[in-house]
């Protein structure tokens, strides 16, 4: 049933599909410009759209068992996150503003924000959990082994001749180091609990002694008469009892009802408890581990079932398509000395090899010849263009044309895959049977391509080879130096293990903490249709940050297939007072991705790769590594720092402007596909010179706190301990720390609830005002901070044009 379930979803997010493509076509047709206001109006409908069939796509990808179902329903989600990043893209340029929640608009297409709201899809690491696992472990083993303080020497004295095979024992020694560390971690662990238990059994001796020791110096004092025993009255005894009784089930009644009130709000959802009720949890976890488990058991049946055809079509198949692939090879070989005098250039393994060639997905020698030449006077088109540019903006400021896609022609392709192979098998039992077996058959057909793509490969690369040197000796005679362009070289896997390792040991190549998007704290702000309505500058909040990051990082980060289609984002820098979440954020989108973490930060290159022949080797090996185990973060703490005015005193040691120049190079060099995304952290960006503007494509600003999302923050933040009063004034302590950042604020909290405090709570219940007097021992964000933030990004491309938009309006 749950199958079928998320078949129909599927199903319908298809039907709704086929629907926009219409709305698409015709926005591609009609290149009439149109005022931006109703060009906002005609294409955020369909954004929204696009948006709620993301959502359900990543929800039945997730679920979805059969395999070639769920291969189709992968590509056509990265197909629609592609469009929704286009359509995004638009809006951007025609609103001034990273941050669009229209939310008159989901009042009128009866939505929720949850039906509209995009999640990372889990199969961006559930399809590569083992080899994330596996490279994890190996960077982990390699950063135990740099803290011996002997091996790490002898790998800053070797750091450019590190041998693959001293690695290895290296690595075998640190893995018995670790079993032994483990050991004796477990010895501690014991000693620890006996001096502990040791302690305790001290105490409560010692206790017990002393009460021992004042009830006999009591007797003793009545024994000698240092004290009188007065003898009281019956009657007074007897108020004395029923004071104390009175008052003692007073409380116990008071206690008694505030438990019942408590439970009550808690059945009624009234109040929060400190350990809620994860069963439901804990059911859809176990849930998405059986998927897991019949997804990959579908897998080997698919699996299972294609060996058994593939025997038989390999026999009858196999040669015969040798010799076709290598003829067709010969003829572009051929074509191209025909045309130009030289053999073309044999496209890479990792590029696709022979099948761009079968496929006419190459350059052909006139578009060749045309690209040299493009690369000669791209300096004085880029002049032409940008004065071009300018005169267009000049005259089209108010009106707008919808751009042509990349997307929807991928989409199409999908769509009709769909239609040829499942739309005939909507209604019959052949939909929901196991395996399809036409798409079987062109697995193996593709399959078999591969395989005799990597013979024919290695085979016409040596004949080519063998033609360029006959070509070269041809020429040799030549007045004119006669060149051949050369294919690209591929690094070998040694070579990527031991750039991999250098990285580790020079600590550039780190292992990051593992967090959640969805562990980011704040709320969105549902009233920017009001805002604009009154020509008001939109404010946004701490909960649209998150989706601002899905959209530009994580979302097109994950995917190679959505990078090369979505709008090209080579790098973003997130701006932030400290302790706002910035190193949170960049972590989270290495973890919702998998990425690999590359730390550039001006304190970890600090007397390393000194040099310009160093510097351009670290930048190359970066880029190699990057482009191999794709995907790739750049993280650079201090993403300001290299394009600060002036440089303080005690930031000089750590030359922060030395990459500055390679930065640059290496963002303009990040291409659709790559897979690669620099993102920097900036505290004090004011500081820069105008250049560190044009670095990054995107600025992601984090804003001040908010009363919404500092309400919601406290209630995690405190509730989770049992102690606390359920009833505390939350709503004054958030309204009291406006704009304090989240970080400084756990901090706080964490300094106030220390252990002592927690012991106590039941007697004496945690104030406000002691969190408000942890918080006065930090500066509150001043105003002139303030200012200079909202100054920067005055500053910023798109705040400069946002500007200009709410002058032009008022």
């Not at 001796?205 to 019956?234: C, H, P, S, W």
């Not at 044999?346 to 696709?352: D, L, V």
Request: net charge positive; with cysteine; aromatic share 8%.
């Amino acid at each position: 049933m749950a199958n079928e379930f998320f078949n129909q979803i599927w199903l319908s997010a298809q039907s709704d599909i086929e629907d926009l493509q219409l709305t698409d076509i015709y926005l591609q047709e009609n290149q009439n410009p149109l005022n931006k206001d109703i060009a906002l109006k005609q294409i955020l409908p369909v954004y929204l759209r696009y948006r709620n069939i993301v959502n359900r796509l990543i929800l039945c990808c997730d679920r979805i068992v059969q395999s070639q179902k769920r291969e189709l329903v992968k590509r056509l989600l990265n197909c629609c996150i592609g469009r929704m990043l286009e359509y995004k893209r638009e809006i951007v340029k025609l609103n001034c503003s990273e941050y669009e929640w229209p939310d008159d608009l989901l009042i009128k297409m009866k939505w929720t924000p949850d039906d509209v709201g995009v999640s990372s899809p889990s199969s961006y690491i559930s399809d590569r959990n083992d080899q994330l696992k596996e490279r994890r472990n190996f960077i982990d083993s390699l950063i135990k082994l740099t803290e011996d303080s002997e091996l790490a020497e002898k790998v800053e004295s070797n750091n450019s001749n590190l041998q693959n095979n001293l690695i290895l024992t290296n690595l075998k020694v640190t893995q018995s180091q670790i079993e032994n560390l483990d050991e004796t971690f477990e010895e501690k662990f014991k000693r620890a609990i006996l001096t502990i238990q040791n302690h305790e059994r001290a105490r409560i001796a010692r206790k017990i002694a002393i009460q021992i020791e004042m009830e006999n110096e009591y007797r003793r004092k009545l024994r000698t008469g240092e004290i009188e025993f007065k003898d009281v009255k019956k009657e007074t005894m007897r108020r004395a009892a029923i004071t104390i009784q009175r008052y003692w089930r007073g409380y116990l009644a008071r206690k008694k009802l505030k438990n019942h009130l408590n439970k009550v709000e808690e059945l009624l959802d009234m109040s929060i408890p400190s350990k809620k009720d994860d069963s439901i949890f804990l059911e859809d976890n176990k849930n998405l581990q059986i998927i897991s488990v019949l997804q990959s058991k579908a897998l080997d049946q698919l699996q299972k079932e294609i060996n058994r055809e593939e025997s038989q079509i390999t026999k009858n198949k196999r040669l015969s398509i040798i010799e076709d692939t290598i003829d067709e090879i010969r003829e572009w070989l051929a074509f191209w000395y025909n045309e130009v005098g030289y053999f073309g250039i044999y496209p890479s393994s990792k590029e696709g090899g022979s099948v761009l060639i079968t496929t006419e997905n190459v350059l052909t020698p006139q578009e060749f010849v045309a690209q040299l030449s493009e690369k000669n006077q791209e300096d004085k088109r880029n002049l032409g263009d940008k004065k071009k540019s300018k005169e267009q903006k000049k005259k089209n400021i108010d009106t707008w044309v919808m751009p042509k896609s990349k997307v929807l022609e991928v989409l199409f392709q999908v769509n009709q895959e769909f239609n040829d192979n499942w739309r005939n098998q909507v209604n019959t039992h052949a939909f929901n049977r196991e395996i399809n077996i036409d798409l079987v058959k062109q697995q193996i057909y593709f399959k078999l391509h591969k395989e005799v793509r990597t013979i024919v490969d290695d085979l016409m690369i040596l004949e080519l080879k063998k033609l360029n040197a006959a070509l070269k000796k041809d020429h040799k005679k030549d007045k004119e130096k006669f060149e051949i362009p050369g294919m690209k070289k591929v690094a070998s896997t040694d070579e990527l293990n031991k750039i991999l390792t250098e990285l580790v040991f020079s600590k550039i190549i780190k292992n990051y903490k593992e967090v959640k998007l969805n562990q980011w704290i704040g709320d969105t702000s549902f009233k920017s249709h009001e805002i604009k309505s009154d020509n008001k500058n939109y404010q946004y909040q701490l909960g649209d940050i998150k989706q601002a990051i899905l959209d530009y990082c994580v979302l097109p980060l994950g995917s190679k297939d959505v990078h090369s289609i979505a709008p090209l984002v080579r790098s973003i820098c997130i701006v932030g007072q400290p302790f706002s979440g910035k190193k949170f954020l960049a972590h989270a989108i290495c973890s919702e991705v998998g990425a690999l973490l590359f730390d550039l930060t001006p304190a970890t290159l600090a007397d390393k790769y000194e040099g310009k022949a160093n510097e351009a080797k670290l930048m190359k090996m970066i880029k190699t590594l990057a482009k191999a185990y794709p995907p790739a973060v750049i993280l650079i703490d201090g993403g300001d720092k290299p394009w600060w005015k002036k440089i303080p005193p005690e930031e000089k040691s750590t030359q922060p402007k030395r990459f500055a120049q390679w930065l640059k190079k290496f963002i303009k060099s990040i291409k659709p596909g790559d897979q690669i995304l620099v993102v920097g952290l900036a505290s004090e960006p004011w500081k820069s010179k105008k250049t560190f503007y044009k670095i990054y494509d995107k600025f992601i600003i984090i804003p001040l706190s908010d009363y919404n999302s500092l309400h919601l923050f406290y209630n995690k933040l405190l509730m989770k301990y049992h102690g606390i009063d359920r009833n505390i004034d939350i709503s004054s302590l958030a309204r009291a720390t406006i704009g304090y950042p989240l970080g400084l604020i756990h901090e706080a909290v964490e300094n106030v609830l220390n252990i002592n405090r927690r012991m106590t709570l039941k007697f004496q219940p945690l104030r406000g005002e002691e969190i408000l007097t942890e918080l006065m021992k930090w500066e509150s964000p001043s105003q002139k901070d303030i200012k200079l933030f909202q100054k920067f990004e005055n500053k910023t491309p798109l705040g400069k044009k946002r500007i200009k938009m709410l002058k032009q309006s008022s």
